[in-house]
Nanobody, 126 residues
Framework: VQLQACGGGLVQAGGFLRLSCAASGRTISRSTMSWFRQAPGKEREFIARIHKSGGLTSYADSVKGRFTISRDNAKNTVTLQMNSLKPEDTAVYYC????????????????????WGQGTQVTVSS
């Protein structure tokens, strides 16, 4: 499967962006999907994940209440709605497919993800 993320850009603090991740090659309907981000000089950070059913979601404390992850298994896509953006949200954002061996309780460690998109840059100005 290949992942193509898009929707990043430059936005002022308090603004919003909507990231999309489109999968091709096979269905992602059987996989937990997540968004991560990586700022310059920092490690890749878990942001949000969604169960294959779409019925469970989990967020990092830093984005809880501001970001919403969703998926459309029929369209093979995952979306991250980002509201009330802050300068500290500036990073490259990646979507990822969880390993087949992972389960929901595996959590958001990058080690549980084996397919990654190319990333999309989000820049929030103050």
């Amino acid at each position: 499967v290949q992942l193509q993320a898009c929707g990043g850009g430059l936005v002022q603090a308090g603004g919003f962006l909507r990231l999309s991740c489109a999968a091709s090659g096979r269905t992602i309907s059987r996989s937990t999907m997540s968004w991560f981000r990586q700022a310059p000089g920092k490690e890749r950070e878990f942001i949000a994940r969604i169960h294959k059913s779409g019925g469970l979601t989990s967020y990092a404390d830093s984005v809880k209440g501001r970001f919403t992850i969703s998926r459309d298994n029929a369209k093979n896509t995952v979306t991250l709605q980002m509201n009330s953006l802050k300068p500290e949200d500036t990073a490259v954002y990646y979507c990822a497919v969880a390993r087949a061996s992972s389960i929901w309780s595996s959590g958001g460690s990058p080690d549980w993800y084996d397919i990654w998109g190319q990333g999309t840059q989000v820049t929030v100005s103050s």
